[in-house]
């Protein structure tokens, strides 16, 4: 007996077609959610002073340990804080540190007391009473820029005997400088904060002169 197909329905097949094309948009819609996206965020460090050439250490003629830099709260964000008033701070979110910046701030310090004093010798954070001359310990009240670009760093600074035993010298620094605005240049806004901290590295530096003894102490660069 001989079967007879059944009659073909142009409109059904179409309708088919056009569903099945439906799916498979809607499922390239779907998975292209998953394809990974590419963050426009930069990252940045602060810089050290360059270390001069003719540069010479003295072994054992002065030891600094760098301690912990305090932070006020407003700088935990891991962007870049802009100053929009005098109470008022804006974070970029497509400005990061690379690095938490309590962090970043101890290792330039350190870095730029190493190049301008007469040592190779400066600890961060831990060490013993004996392996120092003199200990170092920064809190930041403030460290940002504005919008137009002037960075400003306001810290109080402590000199101590080793073991902290006696506080040899203290103060209060205010330093400004003039950089390009950060939504233009933010890698020049975060340059000028990087000078910000070697203009405070200098007084720093000073200031372990004068509290070392005169034979280990040289005039910083």
């Not at 072994?59 to 305090?70: E, F, M, R, S, T």
């Not at 804006?90 to 330039?108: D, K, T």
């Not at 400004?176 to 605005?181: D, K, L």
Request: hydrophobic share 45%; proline share 8%.
């Amino acid at each position: 007996m001989n079967m007879i197909p059944p009659a073909r329905n142009p409109k059904s097949e179409i309708a088919c077609l056009l569903m099945a094309i439906a799916t498979c948009l809607s499922l390239t819609g779907c998975f292209g959610f998953l394809k990974p996206t590419h963050s426009a965020a930069r990252t940045f460090v602060l810089t050290p002073l360059p270390v001069a050439a003719s540069a010479t250490a003295r072994p054992g003629a002065l030891a600094v340990g760098v301690g912990q830099v305090k932070l006020p709260a407003y700088l935990f964000n891991t962007s870049l804080a802009v100053r929009m008033g005098t109470n008022e701070i804006n974070y970029l979110p497509s400005v990061l540190w690379a690095e938490r910046l309590e962090n970043g701030l101890q290792r330039v310090l350190a870095a730029n007391l190493a190049t301008l004093l007469p040592t190779d010798q400066v600890r961060l954070s831990a060490w013993r009473s004996e392996d120092v001359s003199a200990e170092v310990y920064v809190a930041m009240e403030q460290f940002d820029v504005d919008a137009r670009g002037q960075g400003v760093l306001v810290a109080w600074w402590r000199i101590l005997s080793p073991g902290g035993e006696k506080t040899l010298r203290a103060g209060e620094v205010r330093l400004a400088r003039q950089g390009p605005p950060p939504d233009g240049d933010p890698s020049g806004a975060v340059a000028t904060l990087s000078e910000l901290v070697a203009d405070f590295s200098r007084q720093l530096a000073q200031g372990v002169q004068e509290t070392a003894p005169r034979q280990a102490a040289l005039v910083p660069r």
